[in-house]
């Protein structure tokens, strides 16, 4: 296992070297859902949600949607469904022990994101969830998010990775799929192209359902 030779152990270490931040990005931080906060995670499609345990243990979760899918029930407060997945509910574990959640959005064509942290509670109110509903779909939970924490963070990372530019992307024709993943890494004894066309099941006819 690789040990590094130089470790750098604390913040003003980083700063002796470098630039301190200017005064827009240490008074950006607002602790509510004002209007431009709004119109962002309205219009946001992807989000990662970070969460950890009460070892420390870190779990990011991708969730994503049409437009809209968070919902904003008061300047304080989203709520986000919670769709069919892999059933494993780590962020869930997470969330019961410490309560803190951690959260990216990501707008199509827009190089920058809007972070948003804070507090987090897994709930099963039905109003909320009637409001989460997808294709007739009321989800069986709802991650209630307490806002303490919301800014708008710089797009140079989209930048440089290029993400919504696929025509500069090369095919990634080498990489293993999901189904020789899931077989190697699970050990399991399985048929690979039953595997195969189960996946593809879930992602074609069971995006909503279970």
Known sequence: MYQPTDVVTTIDDVYRDMR???????????????????????????????TVDASGNMDVSPK??????????????????D???NHRYDGFQNIMETGRIGLVFLVPHRSEVVRVN????????????????MNGRIPDFAILTRVEEAFYHCGKSIIRSKLWQPENYSKPDNLPTYA???????????????????????????????
């Not at 949607?65 to 904003?72: E, K, L, M």
């Not at 066309?197 to 069971?206: D, K, Q």
Request: glycine fraction near 6%; charged fraction near 30%.
């Open 83 to 85: 769709r069919p997945g």
């Open 20 to 50: 301190r931040p200017y005064v827009s990005q240490t008074s950006k931080f607002i602790d509510r859902v004002d209007q431009h906060i709004r119109a962002w995670i309205e219009q946001s499609t992807f989000l990662t949600m970070a």
């Open 64 to 81: 994503g949607d049409p437009a809209g899918f968070v919902t904003i029930l008061d300047d304080k407060t989203l709520a986000i469904p």
């Open 180 to 210: 020789e993943a899931l077989i190697a890494h699970g050990k399991l004894e399985v048929n690979y192209e039953e595997m195969n066309a189960h996946l593809r099941n879930n992602e074609e006819n069971r995006l909503y359902d279970e």
């Open 118 to 133: 804070g507090r987090a509670q897994v709930i099963r109110d039905l109003s909320v969830r009637e409001a989460c509903a």
